[in-house]
């Protein structure tokens, strides 16, 4: 018997530490450096659950952005009226009930096919926001007059990213992630062998929905006043997307590590080179889909076994 942890245990000790040194950010830094740490929080978010389905099974949706948008848009209606913890739930149940519709609707297809009609979903439900908004308050956006303290807004986007990994740590070693890996691997093999393929996907396409409408419902309240250009930003969903497939969609250190460094670079480079935070994501894309196509986490896991041979 030994109290050592296991390596199984390993990346769970390293989560909650993480998580520890992280709540304390608000009260030991600066409000600018707390600002940054949240945008931090926010894609770690987007980019870990985005690859818990779409880095299992390869199938690339760009429907991040209308999910975060609808968590936003819930949390805004529902703020007044609903406590805090129920307004995020409220938002994470509203974009994951719409990924079910949709993914029922889209998710029988494949590659770019399945990238463009979620693309062109996302521009849907927009447009039917900003219609709605126009007939029912005669005006596009809301004012958000009541709002949680920054502290509560940055534990709480804290809590659904630490969430985000745990349920990610979770499901790759379940028969839902195994499930999702056959369907990536080969999903006519992964059905012969009695996997039900579709229903595997709308609840992995639902629980990543889930999360990102989380996060909307936290976000939205750091602006005073949200419309849909704003929180349905395409940027949004493209810049997830482009984190999780640099960092490696397939593992789960990747996309953390990677939300870390392009939300300190975006902050950098935004402020002295407002084009230059694109180019160099758009570069590193590039370079990776050439070079690194399982993304940067490949780097450290051709070093693990090699310095395994290594040891006598």
Same mark, same amino acid.
């Given at each position: 018997?030994?109290?050592?942890? #296991?390596?199984?245990?390993?990346?769970?000790? +390293?989560?909650?530490?993480?998580?520890?040194?992280?709540?304390? +950010?608000?009260?030991?830094?600066? =409000? !600018? +450096?707390? #600002?940054?740490?949240?945008?931090?929080?926010?894609?770690?978010?987007?980019?870990?659950?985005?690859?818990?389905?779409?880095?299992?099974? $390869?199938?690339?949706?760009?429907?991040?952005?209308?999910?975060? @948008?609808?968590? *936003?848009?819930?949390?805004?209606?529902?703020?007044?009226?609903?406590?805090?913890?129920?307004?995020?739930?409220?938002?994470?149940?509203?974009?994951?009930? +719409?990924?079910?519709?949709?993914?029922?609707?889209?998710?029988?297809?494949?590659?770019?096919?399945?990238? /463009?009609?979620?693309?062109?979903?996302?521009?849907?439900?927009?447009?039917? &926001?900003?219609?709605?908004?126009?007939?029912?308050?005669?005006? &596009?956006? $809301?004012?958000?007059?009541?709002?949680? #303290?920054?502290?509560?807004?940055?534990?709480?986007?804290?809590?659904?990213?630490?969430?985000?990994?745990?349920?990610?740590?979770?499901?790759? $070693?379940?028969?839902?992630?195994?499930?999702? *890996?056959?369907?990536?691997?080969? =999903?006519?093999?992964?059905?012969?062998?009695?996997?039900?393929?579709?229903?595997?996907?709308?609840?992995?396409?639902?629980?990543?929905?889930?999360?990102?409408?989380?996060?909307?419902?936290?976000?939205?309240?750091?602006?005073?006043?949200?419309?849909?250009?704003? /929180?349905?930003?395409?940027?949004?969903?493209?810049?997830?997307?482009?984190?999780?497939?640099?960092?490696?969609?397939?593992?789960? @250190?990747?996309? &953390?590590?990677?939300?870390? &460094? !392009? #939300?300190?670079?975006?902050?950098?480079?935004?402020?002295?080179?407002?084009?230059?935070?694109?180019?160099?994501?758009?570069?590193?894309?590039?370079?990776? /889909?050439?070079?690194?196509?399982?993304?940067?986490?490949?780097?450290?896991?051709?070093?693990?076994?090699?310095?395994? =041979?290594?040891?006598?």
């Amino acid at each position: 018997m030994t109290l050592l942890p #296991s390596a199984t245990n390993k990346p769970w000790w +390293v989560l909650g530490a993480g998580l520890v040194l992280a709540a304390a +950010v608000p009260w030991v830094a600066t =409000e !600018f +450096v707390a #600002s940054v740490a949240l945008g931090c929080l926010m894609y770690i978010a987007l980019a870990t659950s985005w690859s818990l389905f779409c880095g299992a099974t $390869r199938y690339l949706s760009l429907a991040t952005s209308a999910f975060f @948008g609808l968590g *936003a848009y819930a949390s805004a209606t529902l703020l007044e009226v609903l406590p805090w913890p129920l307004v995020i739930l409220s938002g994470a149940a509203v974009a994951s009930a +719409v990924a079910v519709l949709m993914g029922a609707a889209v998710l029988h297809l494949r590659g770019t096919y399945f990238a /463009v009609l979620t693309f062109g979903m996302t521009e849907l439900i927009r447009h039917a &926001v900003t219609f709605v908004e126009k007939q029912v308050s005669g005006t &596009v956006g $809301r004012v958000l007059s009541v709002v949680p #303290s920054n502290e509560t807004v940055y534990l709480t986007v804290l809590a659904i990213a630490g969430a985000a990994i745990a349920t990610a740590l979770l499901v790759k $070693r379940s028969r839902f992630g195994l499930a999702l *890996a056959g369907i990536g691997a080969d =999903e006519q093999r992964a059905q012969t062998l009695g996997v039900d393929t579709r229903r595997a996907k709308v609840m992995g396409f639902a629980l990543t929905a889930a999360f990102a409408g989380a996060v909307g419902a936290a976000m939205a309240v750091r602006w005073t006043y949200i419309d849909p250009p704003a /929180v349905f930003s395409p940027f949004i969903g493209f810049q997830t997307v482009l984190i999780a497939m640099i960092g490696g969609a397939a593992s789960i @250190g990747g996309p &953390v590590a990677a939300a870390v &460094v !392009f #939300s300190l670079l975006s902050e950098t480079l935004r402020l002295q080179l407002p084009y230059g935070y694109m180019m160099v994501l758009g570069l590193l894309l590039i370079l990776c /889909v050439m070079y690194l196509p399982d993304g940067l986490a490949s780097l450290w896991r051709r070093k693990a076994p090699a310095s395994r =041979e290594a040891r006598p």
